[in-house]
Structure formats: C-alpha cells, structure tokens
C-alpha cells in the first residue's frame, strides 16, 4: 500500500501528495470514479488510495466496485494512521479520523434535496451535508452546482457558511455532451427507429416510485405494445445495496421476461437517460436529470421527504403526474404530444450553473486544496459516454391481437404484440368476427404451460435452407398438435408458414427484416377471418408504428419422409 511513513521505500511513481477517497456507499463511490480520473490523469505527483467504511446500511457492493476498478482499498482503521493531504468523498456522512487535512466532499445527486433517516439519530437529515462537526473544525468543503443551493444550505447549516465550492454537476455535463450519440445508445439497447424507449426511474426508499408502485413495471409493459415500445428501468443503487439484485429481480421477474431494460446498478444508467423519450419517475435526482435534459416527464410519485424551495421540489410544481390506475398508453403519448422542448429550461437554470465548467473547475478546487500548482495539460471537459451493454432478455412469448379490415383479395390486418408474461396486467379485447386474439411462443420458451397453449409457434433463428425450415415446422407441429401456426424464417429472406392441416404459405414482406412471428400473426388473422392465402397482397399494419405489405403464396408441403 504506498502510504505511511516508509512508503517512500516501495513506491514506484514519485507521490507528492496522497489523496484518499472514502468509499461508503456505491452511489458514492460511484461518482468519485465517475468524476476522479479526469481530475488527476496523467499527474504522478497524487497519489491516490481508497479507505473503505463499511459501516453504511447502503455499503453492500462497495469493495467488488472497488476491486472491479482496480482501486488499491485501505482499510478505514488504517486512515488514522496516516497523514493524507485530502480526504475526497461523495458520501457526508463519515466518521473523519482527528487531522488537519481538507475534506472536499462531491454531491452524489443533485444538491441537497431530500431528508434521510440520520444514521448518528432516531431523527432525518437533510441528504449531502458533512456533521456539524466537521463544519466547525473548518476541514469540510461542499462542492455545489447551483448558489441557490449555498443559500438553501446556509439557511439549514449556519455553520457552513464560506465552506462552498460552486464547481456545477460533472454528470449533468455528460448528459448534455452526449446527446449527439443518442441513436448509438438506442441500437445498443436494442431500440428501433420506429419505438419509443419509456425509462422509468425510481429512487430508493418507502416513498420511491417502487416503494410507492412496485407492479407499475410489468403493468406499463403490458399496456405497451412491443413492437412500438421498449420499456426501461433506473434503479437506485441504495435499492441494489439494500435488498440484493436476487431480490430485484424475483420482484421484477415478470417484467424481465417480458424485455425489461434493467439497467445495471453503476455507469449505464447514464446512456439510458439519454436514450429515453419518456422518463416516468419520482423526486430523485435521475428525475431531475432527465427533465433538465429536456425529457417529457410523467411523475408518478413524489414523496414527503422532498426539500421545499428545491429544484426538484419546483420541478413537481410543473410536471404532469401519472396515473397509475388509468389508461397508460394513453398518458405515454399524450406527454410526448404535448411537450414544449423549454417546459423545464427554469428548473434547469435554478440547479445547474456553470453548464459545461464542472470538471474544470472542480480541477482547480482540488489542487487548490492539495497545495499543488495545476497540471499545464489542458483543463478537463466532459467526454461523450460510452455505449451501453444491453441488459434486456429476450421476449419469447407474446399474446398477438389482430383486427382484418378491407377487402378480402387486398386486407389490411393491424396487429399488436404484447409480452404473455405480464398478460395478466393488460386488458384483452374479446374476440370477434374481425378482432383475434393468440397466443404465439418461441423455441426457446422455458414455460411448457405457454408452449403448449400456443396457438402460433415461431422458431427463434433463421434456418440454414428452405428444407430445414420445412422439417423444423413438421416436427414441431408432430409433438404439438393443438397449435395451429408453425413460422420459421429462411437465412438470406422470406418466412415459411406450416398449418396444422398441412398447408405451407411463404410470406414475403418489404421493409426491414421482420421476426416470423410477425408474417405467421397474418396468416393466422387471415385464416381467423377466412381469408384465401395464395397470392393475397395484405398491408400489415404495426399498431400505429408503420404499415409493411406482406404477400402469401401457397407452396408444396414438404414431401412424406
């Protein structure tokens, strides 16, 4: 470990001064790596370790974050043993060892907006200020985004008066810098040009938007269709910390099945804001975040521990709420609709000062507080985020409503597919003499219940040729003899379509490359309404995404092996 008094003896890079960043929570933590490397790269004269306190309700996870940078972790004791030069955190409630070194203590949101349970006390306080304490020993230095939050804060805290560093928010930085790679993070999260990504966000606790609507996930999922909608989620790491990702997602199994984009507990969140065209969320900061980034907003909950007079408070003044018992849809759409682009340009302005400074700035605090004299490399800015990893699951089942409409030599059939594992959270429409409703599974579908109630069964990859699609449809109807659709695409275009009665239709479409699911939807809607197969030209339309033509032709069976 190169720190203490003889590190001299075993240190490779020439340290003038030891920089100690104390990790408590991952939310913490996970600024301080997010914002750190850029403040000290390419400077050998910082030397750089991190003290682990594990004495946070919210510390699971923090040293496999830790060990997976690649941080060298000093034990907390090992802290008093020590002369740092400066103690940097993003978490203001620690136990600072006796010394004279500055604390300089980062914001993990935005600005002070929010009461937590005090830890030291049966009693709440406001979330980001450093003990009273350590206002009084004249150590601490609270980096802020905005003067409206020193004036809050000294209004709460006298004691932090002339204890401010207004630097901005390097993370509201990112997001802006980052807009220009928007459609790289929507195909890297799997969405289309034609869907809309629905992110909703929820901060921690009992007043969160899980805390408040823990089924709102698989209830908006089932309300959306999916080939029109991809639907995301930004949890809280406290959530993450607290409970386990076991837990999450046995809550949230359903929605997972059904394509939830959980996004992972550090990092990508960021990318997924960006990406979003609706953000349904709570008085967290990722809220406030997207907002100001111009995001259409729906709140569907806002808790009591809010601060009044905060940016976020405002923000719940002007944002539309949701209604979780109403028609979903319906209020998605009419949010996007009805969006002015500078809805939230004041909030924005009353939280985030300095647009574009923060990282410079904070550069010059640091050093300051280091007794170090700047780098001469250029000061830092805010670099684009990297593109995400896709943390969705495959959807492989679906319940398909299909409405004919039009002649029948020329038909139009409109269909939507909604995820079957969360069917149970829709409304289906009854069955008509133009209105069908089925059930189509996957190959890879791991319910045998589903599989053997399915109507339309797809296989999930291409088949090498035409032969192998045709033996793979007449196997699978062999071992499943209530379906009545088998659908197989063929690697280099076109899908083959088997019915039970030992029909082939080959459906050839236009446009994008469609899933096989989606022509053997028409054949069956076609075969509902009693509609000829060979040689029918039919306009599919995608809910009110796009229309594709899709033209049937009857072929030869397979012959008898």
């Known amino acids: 470990m190169p720190v203490g008094r003889d590190a001299h003896r075993w240190s490779t890079f020439p340290g003038e001064r030891t920089l100690v960043v104390a990790a408590r929570t991952v939310t913490s933590t996970v600024r301080v790596l997010e914002t750190l490397p850029l403040l000290v790269r390419g400077d050998p004269r910082v030397t750089v370790v991190f003290a682990h306190d594990p004495t946070s ?65 049966p009693h709440e306080r406001l979330s980001g200020v450093v003990p009273d304490s350590l206002l009084e020993s004249g150590r601490a230095w609270l980096a ?7 004036e ?30 928007r459609k790289a993070y929507r195909e890297a999260l799997g969405v289309t040009e034609h869907q809309r990504l629905v992110m909703i966000s929820s901060t921690w606790g009992p007043t969160s938007l899980l805390g408040r609507h823990p089924d709102l996930l698989p209830n908006l999922i089932a309300r959306l269709p999916y080939d029109e909608y ?29 394509g939830l984009l959980l996004m992972p507990t550090v990092h990508a969140w960021r990318p997924a804001l960006v990406a979003a065209d609706v953000l349904v969320g709570d008085h967290g900061s990722v809220t406030l975040y997207g ?72 550069r010059t605090a640091l050093y300051r507080l280091l007794k170090l004299p700047e780098p001469t490399s250029s000061p830092p800015t805010a670099l684009v985020l990297p ?14 409503t299909t409405s004919v409409a039009g002649d029948r030599t020329a038909p139009t059939v409109t269909m939507r597919r909604f995820p079957a594992t969360v069917a149970a959270h829709g409304r289906t429409p009854p069955d008509s003499d133009t209105l069908f409703t089925h059930l189509a599974c996957a190959d890879d579908e791991r319910d045998l219940r589903l599989t053997e109630s399915a109507s339309v069964l797809v296989r999930r990859h291409a088949a090498p040729t035409s032969v192998g699609a045709l033996r793979w449809i007449e196997d ?40 096989p699911g989606v022509p053997a939807a028409v054949v069956h809607a076609c075969l509902r309404a009693g509609i000829p197969l060979d040689g029918t030209h039919v306009t599919l339309r995608i809910g009110d995404l796009r229309d594709e033509d899709v033209v049937l032709r009857l072929r030869p069976a397979l012959p008898t092996r």
């Open 230 to 258: 991809r639907v995301g989620a930004i949890v809280h790491p406290n959530v993450w910390s607290a409970h386990g990702s076991w837990q999450i997602r046995t809550l949230q199994a359903a929605a997972l099945d059904a």
């Open 152 to 181: 809050q804060l000294l209004a709460a805290h006298p004691k932090a008066a002339g204890r401010t560093l207004l630097v901005g928010d390097p993370c509201f930085d990112e997001l802006t810098t980052s807009r220009p790679r």
């Open 57 to 121: 309700a919210f510390g699971s996870g923090v040293l496999d974050l830790l060990h997976h940078a690649g941080c060298r972790v000093m034990p907390w004791e090992q802290l008093g043993h020590i002369a740092p030069d400066l103690i940097l955190s993003a978490s203001e409630n620690i136990d600072v060892p006796e010394g004279d070194c500055p604390v300089l203590v980062l914001p993990h949101g935005v600005g002070f907006q929010k009461l937590v349970p005090d830890s030291r006390s």
């Open 291 to 362: 907002a100001a980034a111009g995001t259409p907003l729906l709140l569907a909950t806002f808790g009591g521990d809010a601060v009044p007079g905060t940016a976020v408070h405002d923000l719940a003044a002007v944002a539309p709420r949701l209604d979780p018992r109403g028609d979903l849809r319906r209020q998605v759409e009419d949010v996007v609709r009805e969006h002015p682009p500078e809805r939230y340009a004041a909030v924005a302005a009353q939280a985030f000062a300095e647009p574009g400074q923060a990282l410079a700035r904070l």
């Open 476 to 515: 699978t109807l062999a071992q499943l003899p209530g379906s009545l659709v088998a659908a197989s695409a063929v690697r280099g275009g076109g899908c083959l379509i088997g019915l039970s009665d030992g029909q082939v239709v080959e459906a050839a479409t236009t446009g994008p490359e469609l899933d």
């Open 387 to 400: 593109v995400p990893d896709p943390p969705d699951t495959p959807v492989t089942s679906w319940e398909v």
């Open 144 to 150: 802020v985004s905005h003067p409206a939050q020193e």
